[in-house]
C-alpha cells in the first residue's frame, strides 16, 4: 500500500543521500514539520533531538539509530524526535563533525594535531578490511596481524570517540535549547489555528429548533 510504484534504482538511492529530492532546503523544512508535528510536549521533543544529534557525534556507524534512541530514553524524551535527530547529521555535516571531533578528541589526549576528514574516512576503510582479513585468518588457522588495527584504535578511533562525545554533548544542549522555543511556538501556532478553525465551523452550524 504505501510501497513505491516506481522501485529507485541503487543509484537514485545514493544521490538522494548526498543530495535529497527537492533540495536540502525542503529536507530540512520536511523535517521541522514532521518534529513539530509530533504528539509529545515540546520538552520530551527537543530532549530527543538532542539525544539524536549526540548519537550522530560518534564514531558507531550503525548504531546512531540504537543510542539515539536509548539517549532519549535515559532523558525523558521522545524517541522518535531522537531518530528524526540523527539526520543532523547529514553528508552537510558530517564533514565538520568527523573533523572538529578527531581533532578535539587527539588535543585531549594529547596526540598534537589530528587526521583530516579524507584520512579519517580512508581509515575506517583500512580498518575494516583488516579487520575481516584477521578474521579470515583465524579461520584459516593462520597468525592474525593486530598491529593496524591498534595503531586506529588510539589515533583514529579514540580520538573520534572522546572528542565526538563531547562535541554531541555541547551540540546537544545548543540543539535543545534552540529548538525548544520553536517547537512550543509551532505548538501553540498550530493549536490556536485549529481551535479558529473549529469556532469558525461551529459558528457556521445553523441554529436547532
Known sequence: ??????????????????YPRGGWRRAASYMGHRLSRLPDTPRRIARGIAAGMFASCTPLFGLHFVIAA????????????????????????????????????????????????????????YAWAELWTNLYALVAGEAPNWLRLRLFFNRVFL????????????????????????????QTRRHNRLRARFEASRAARPPRD
Open 70 to 125: 536509548l539517549g532519549a530514553r535515559l532523558l525523558g524524551g521522545n524517541i522518535l524526535a531522537a531518530l528524526l535527530g540523527t539526520f543532523l547529521g547529514n553528508p552537510l555535516t558530517f564533514p565538520l563533525i568527523v573533523e572538529t571531533s578527531v581533532q578535539l578528541g587527539s588535543w585531549m589526549l594529547g596526540l598534537g594535531g589530528g587526521l583530516h576528514f579524507p584520512q579519517v574516512m580512508a581509515a575506517f576503510g
Open 159 to 186: 580520538p573520534y570517540l572522546l572528542g565526538g562525545m563531547v562535541l554531541g554533548v555541547v551540540s546537544g544542549v545548543g540543539v535543545y535549547f534552540a529548538s525548544l522555543p520553536l517547537i512550543r511556538a509551532y
Open 1 to 18: 500500500m504505501f510501497k513505491r510504484r516506481t522501485k529507485r534504482s541503487w543509484v537514485r538511492v545514493a544521490l538522494e543521500v548526498v
